[in-house]
């Protein structure tokens, strides 16, 4: 949760077992060497690929560890914008459509398990219209931004696709919302403010508090395990033409992601730490399994924007390293609740194509 993924632009999946988990390469019929391990990827063993085809991300565990819910929009679903999905991981997965969780109406966004592994929470435009909201028009000034749907609310359903409630009815984007491992509490990003601010709630939507309040985006929390600390990425726009340019683009609706850093708080915003100061774009972060480190994905390498690839860091900024070594895209890393699993999307394995899939790996610390 997170970016938007109109970063990448959903458009199918499909998900199969028959992959075997040792496979490392293959060559394509297209004559492109493909993998599915690179050499220097030393945290990661056994890596399997989950979906084949078009674009797919936010892939995030259920708390057994068993499930993943995902985002995806595959035109031959007859979809024409982001909806979540189910993947059993208990069982085989299969290569038709897989169990879609949301409506099937609007744009969604930000899927993640609820407590009990019985339903899920995520955002969705579905009550504004059951049309996709349009995506931004290229722009004749060249920046590259990011919708900031103000129709987008919370839900929660169950795994049959039932939406079983409502958490947020303020006026303006509400989306973004992850849950603390504790099952007590839920993070997200709203706009009622007046910026794009880091919120917490209960379960059940009360007891909503303000977490930050500094200018810029403030997007894509998680918790940490004990539930004590928040880490995410955020925009700080510091000179005027920064501050300018900000504020204008938040009034039409969009953000400019080309530069974030990555910072973690205490719950209640407290004890606000910048972690990283890299440059360009610095995003999806997730606390490792020991709680002592951050991975997160970064282009900060890279000269025109790409590759992104996975880093690890620890929590006072220190100790830099590398995780991932894709020529493209990798990014929305999770570590599963046992730190046993990582599950990643990726640009890795596609035949030369632009198609983003989702990963699974053990883990190896």
Known sequence: MHLFISVITLSSIILISDIPAHAQSNESISGVKDTLHYPGEKHLKNVRQLTFGGDNAEAYFSFDNKM?????????????????????????????????LSTGAGRTTCSYFMPGNNSIIYASTHLDNKDCPPVPEKRTDGKYVWPIYSSFDIFTADLNGKILSQLTKTPGYDAEATVSPKGDKIVFTSMRSGDLELFTMNIDGSDVKQVTNELGYDGGAFFSADGTRLVFRASRPRTEEE?????????????????????TCNIDG?????VTSLGNA??????????????????????????????MINTDGT???????????????????DGKKIVFSSNRNNKGTHETNLFIADWIE
């Open 68 to 100: 993943l819910t995902f985002q995806s929009n595959d035109p031959k679903w007859n979809l024409s914008c982001d909806q979540i999905f189910l993947a059993d991981l208990a069982k085989p997965l299969m290569s038709d459509m897989p169990k879609m």
């Open 243 to 263: 501050v300018t340019v900000y504020k204008s683009l938040l009034a039409e609706g969009l953000v400019m992601p080309s530069n974030m850093e990555i910072y």
């Open 270 to 274: 407290s004890d606000l730490t910048k």
């Open 282 to 311: 610095n995003w999806a972060p997730f606390f490792s399994p020991s709680g002592k480190k951050i991975i997160f994905a970064s282009n900060h390498k890279s000269v025109r924007g790409m590759p992104f690839n996975l880093f």
């Open 319 to 337: 100790g830099l390293e590398q995780i991932t070594f894709d020529k493209m895209f990798d990014a929305f890393p999770m570590f599963s609740f």
